[in-house]
């Protein structure tokens, strides 16, 4: 009797100094598992397993890579991280941008986060996506909403998840974008869903959307959504002039999980955080081993994650500065991002001494650039940070 584990029927895979990284679309997972697991499911004997280090460290190569296949957006919200309005002067044509797909098939990148920009303002964006799936990249969307009809929305079941960015419910929408868009973006997510796209709710918070949660959930609900993702309000692109007033304060920040985590048990809705609000977890002590199983880390820029703008040009994650390279010149090479990788080695206080050092990783390094002048320093909007630097002054 055969004993292996029954492996998905698409599932691609990658092998690691540890073991290796499986990924299916039905059912939709991705998991970091060790040598014994891979040796279960039938695969063969890795070159990368001939080193006793069978740590999670430096990856192969990004499991995820941010796409910003246009800056062109036609909406021009003013906390736009990626500055969007015009497209850049040396945006990829089609072919460009299927040979950018190739080197990071070769890779073997699992999931390619496709937006801008407003990507529907390319008008290859289906072929893009096509060519991904013909590549074993699963292509997933963020979209504002615009220009969603019934037509484009059937056409949007190539992707393996689209997000509509909502940042509130009524007039709360407009909270940063300064116009109201909101019936747009809801009717957006109604042709998604009619159409039988897995659709979710991407929403940036910030200290004036806050209280707006308990809706946002809500509307989820009976919207019947997979998930929201919360995204933290990060100084980079427009938002950067905003950051001071809109970001969330401290007393947000430590009531953000719980908040989540009741919101989501009462309207059964699967809530996700971006990688930037991991400190904010951490502060409430989770058991690593949770941590560890649900593969919840922090900043992992140029390592488990790439940003990518529309001319090519590559950094450790899209609110980060570029590389200075391209996805032609960069290629592989772990050792492109090895001041962010390296960032443990060199953690000050009060990260050095923190138990969930080595799964936050400073929190966002984007942050800090931003507030201090120096990426890397601690995350300034940490509560541990905070509290650590208010130490002795009364605050």
């Avoid at 290796?20 to 070159?47: H, K, T, W």
């Avoid at 090519?312 to 010149?329: M, Q, Y």
């Avoid at 969930?356 to 650039?369: P, W």
Wanted: hydrophobic share 35%; glycine share 10%.
């Amino acid at each position: 009797m055969d004993n292996k584990k029954n492996k998905p029927a698409a599932m691609k895979y990658r092998f690691e100094n540890f073991g290796g990284i499986i990924s299916s679309q039905s059912p939709p997972f991705l998991a970091f598992v060790d040598r014994d697991y891979m040796r279960e499911l039938g695969l063969s004997q890795s070159p990368l397993w001939d080193t006793a280090d069978e740590s999670v460290g430096l990856l192969s190569a990004p499991t995820e890579v941010h796409f910003a296949i246009t800056n062109k957006c036609s909406v021009g919200c003013p906390h736009c991280y990626m500055g969007a309005g015009e497209k850049d002067p040396g945006q990829l044509d089609t072919d460009g941008i299927k040979r950018a797909l190739d080197i990071l098939a070769e890779m073997n990148v699992f999931h390619i986060a496709l937006g801008g920009g407003e990507a529907l303002e390319r008008g290859d964006l289906f072929e893009i996506a096509e060519y991904a799936r013909r590549k074993g990249l699963v292509p997933n969307l963020t979209v504002s909403g615009m220009g969603i009809t019934p037509d484009i929305a059937q056409k949007m079941k190539i992707f393996g998840q689209v997000n509509v960015s909502l940042d509130g419910i009524g007039d709360m929408y407009g909270v940063f974008r300064g116009k109201n868009m909101f019936a747009i973006a809801d009717q957006a997510l109604d042709l998604l869903i009619d159409a039988g796209v897995p659709a979710g709710i991407n929403c940036v918070v910030g200290r004036r959307n806050f209280d707006g949660t308990g809706e946002l959930f809500e509307y989820a609900q009976k919207k019947k959504l997979n998930e929201i993702e919360f995204l933290r309000f990060k100084p980079a692109g427009r938002a950067g002039g905003s950051y001071e007033k809109e970001r969330t304060t401290y007393e947000q920040n430590i009531s953000l999980t719980p908040m989540l985590a009741k919101l989501s048990a009462k309207y059964e809705i699967a809530a996700k955080i971006d990688c930037s609000f991991v400190p904010m977890f951490c502060y409430h002590n989770p058991p690593r081993k949770l941590l560890e199983s649900t593969a919840t880390y922090g900043c992992e820029a140029g390592n488990v994650l790439w940003g990518m703008r529309s001319d090519g040009s590559v950094s450790g994650c899209s609110f980060l500065k570029s590389s200075g390279l391209s996805i032609f010149e960069l290629g592989s090479d772990k050792n492109n991002f090895e001041k962010i990788t390296s960032w443990m080695q060199r953690a000050p206080q009060p990260c050095r001494s923190c138990e969930y050092l080595d799964i936050c990783k400073g929190g966002c390094h984007a942050v800090a650039e931003y507030v201090t002048g120096d990426p890397d320093r601690c995350d300034p909007e940490c509560p541990f940070v905070v509290e650590h630097n208010n130490k002795g002054t009364g605050k």
